[in-house]
């Protein structure tokens, strides 16, 4: 391997990195929100989402659907809600058993209407401590770049027959997504293009930008008013600062990060030669903050939380709770910025105990119904019989563990690790186990046996021994074997003695096939009840499997 091979892995990885957190912080997924408090609580709470119900009910031709899906908001009928930029999609439950998909589109912004929206952002501090307190300023929603959706720009679709536009599951998923937009409205700005974090971290390089030529125009304002300064020098110092200015007009708004440090080395932190309103802080060591002429730092500081607001902080400013004692010696905050090592910031720090497991449900929860949807590589029914399968086994695996502090059962877990064609009969008996031979069930039986080579028939027969006897029922179908003696041969004179009919040993199978009945004994020495149409050879797994060849013998003739 090449040592430019070795200097690349490490940048594309920290690349792919940095594209796997903006793709997830484009997509957030919401639960199904509570039911609200007031009767009409499907309107939003916000002039912001108040406009966005304005933008639906502006363009809706119904008011009727309006009406129903905003019952339906109400009543809960809106499941999971996923939003990207430009798509807020959720499954909503109708007067059908399936759910339907319903999905509202919305433009995305362009890189230049983002570029003027951060600029007039990073330009109003109020705006961004707004922003950060869950508000949404009038002046940024409907300035220069609208956020807001207007008459027509939510593009509703929905998987059900209704051609209503927008339906009741479309509008449904609207009134939610208002009282979503009540609660945070970086869910408008996520839905026009831009994640929180993504949006967060470009406003901080803007302003450590705006902060940075603010504090270089200001070094070189002082240098010219300095006492003792002749006329070359004055000439000197207006040059250079013709030629600053030139620089800064033409440099990225992201300074690099020497340009930061220069300018943060370049203005005095404290000390009694500070000078006198130049935005340091004073001899007495009080922390002023240093705010040129808007007041950037401290609006930070007066609205949101510290730790939000000291990613704005301009180069060269100090803020009381930035300094850090190290040794007894105060460190500035330039020096302390640069971080703690992890060790030390975990060293000796209490840790609070861990919260006491949950309790295990009685019962495993009800797998989510999914709305049929056409294009996917697997079927809506499939997904959900393996998601109630797995919530099932969890469940198992839970309550054999017990409770917190107490012994499991030995071995791997409740479940045995079970072959490809033996765990396919086990869910397809598990899928709806206590239904006949419905139309589901039979259009399940053949999936299943065109996907392993067999027969409806063959699938339906093995669903039935895995409901007799899992694993051991299920290979009796097949295994006929020798029994030693003892148990099977005592069977015989058992049935006789119960005046039951007489049953033809033949391995481990004793039969009547004029009668249609036939006991298979297991090697779990259990008897398992068959039975036929008399006089064929098309034997069915019939009943439970009992210990007692009588107790088995007598339900297969009570039928």
């Given amino acids: ?46 002039w912001w989402g108040d406009a966005w119900l304005e933008a639906l009910e502006s363009s809706a031709l119904d008011g009727a659907r309006l009406a129903r899906g905003r019952a339906y908001a109400r009543d809960g009928h809106v499941d999971t809600i996923n939003i990207t930029p430009g798509r807020v999609i959720a499954t909503v439950r109708g007067s059908r058993p399936r759910p339907y998909s319903a999905e509202v589109r919305v433009r995305t912004l362009t890189e230049q209407e983002w570029d003027t929206l951060l600029n007039d952002v990073a330009a109003h501090p109020d705006r961004l401590t707004a922003l950060l307190a869950k508000k949404l300023p009038r002046a940024l929603a409907e300035g220069e770049v609208c956020l807001l959706p207007g008459p027509g720009d939510l593009v509703p679709r929905c998987s059900c027959p209704d051609s209503g536009r927008p339906c ?48 270089r125009g200001r070094a070189v304002a002082v240098a010219t008013t300095a006492p003792g300064s002749g006329g070359s020098a004055s000439a000197s110092v207006s040059a250079s600062a013709s030629a600053s200015a030139s620089a800064l007009a033409s440099e990225s708004v992201s300074p690099s990060a020497s340009e930061s440090s220069a300018v943060s080395e370049s203005l005095p932190v404290a000390g009694p030669s500070s000078a006198p309103g130049t935005g340091d802080v004073s001899a007495s060591g009080t922390g002023d903050v240093f705010t040129p002429g808007t007041g950037a730092i401290s609006a930070y500081g007066a609205s949101a939380s510290s730790a939000s607001a000291d990613r704005f902080a301009l180069p060269g400013s100090v803020r009381p709770q930035l300094a850090a004692e190290r040794g007894g010696e105060t460190v500035p905050a330039a020096v302390a910025a640069r971080g703690v ?26 797998a989510q119904a999914l709305p049929d949807a056409g294009g996917l590589p697997f079927e809506a029914a499939t997904l959900e019989l393996v998601a109630a399968d797995t919530a099932a086994r969890a469940h198992a695996y839970l309550s054999a563990a017990g409770a917190s502090g107490d012994i499991g059962p030995a071995g791997p877990g409740p479940f045995a690790a079970l072959p490809p064609w033996e765990d396919t009969v086990r869910l397809a008996a598990t899928a709806h186990p206590t239904a006949g031979l419905t139309a589901t069930t039979r259009a399940l039986y053949r999936d299943v046996a065109a996907a392993t080579g067999r027969t409806p028939t063959d699938i339906a027969r093995s669903v039935a021994a895995w409901r007799q006897g899992g694993p051991e029922g299920l290979a009796l179908l097949g295994d006929a074997w020798n029994p030693p003696a003892g148990d099977f041969d005592r069977a015989r004179s058992a ?65």
Avoid at 22 to 32: G, I, L
Avoid at 513 to 532: H, K, T, V
């Fill in 341 to 366: 090592l992890a060790r030390e910031a975990l060293a000796d720090l209490p840790r609070p105990p861990l919260p006491p497991p949950a309790v295990v449900p009685p019962r495993p929860g009800q």
């Fill in 495 to 559: 049935l006789l003695a119960a005046g039951l009919p007489a049953l033809r040993p033949h391995q481990n199978h004793l039969t009547d096939a004029g009668r249609g009945i036939q006991l298979r004994f297991g090697r779990d020495n259990r008897w398992y009840p068959y039975e036929s149409e008399p006089g064929t050879d098309d034997w069915w797994p019939t009943g439970p499997a009992d210990p007692d060849p009588v107790g088995a013998l007598t339900t297969l003739l009570a039928r």
């Fill in 168 to 215: 009741k599951h479309a509008a449904a998923l609207c009134f939610q997504v208002a009282r979503l937009l009540d609660a945070d409205p970086f869910v408008l700005l996520l839905l026009r293009g831009r994640g929180e974090r993504e949006l967060l971290d470009e406003l901080a390089r803007r302003n450590a930008g705006h902060g940075a030529r603010e504090s």
């Fill in 1 to 46: 391997m090449s040592l430019g091979h070795r200097r690349r892995t490490p940048t594309s990885g920290r690349a792919a990195a940095a594209d796997r957190l903006v793709r997830a912080d484009r997509s957030r997924t919401f639960p199904p929100l509570p039911g609200p408090d007031a009767t009409d609580g499907a309107r939003a709470e916000s």
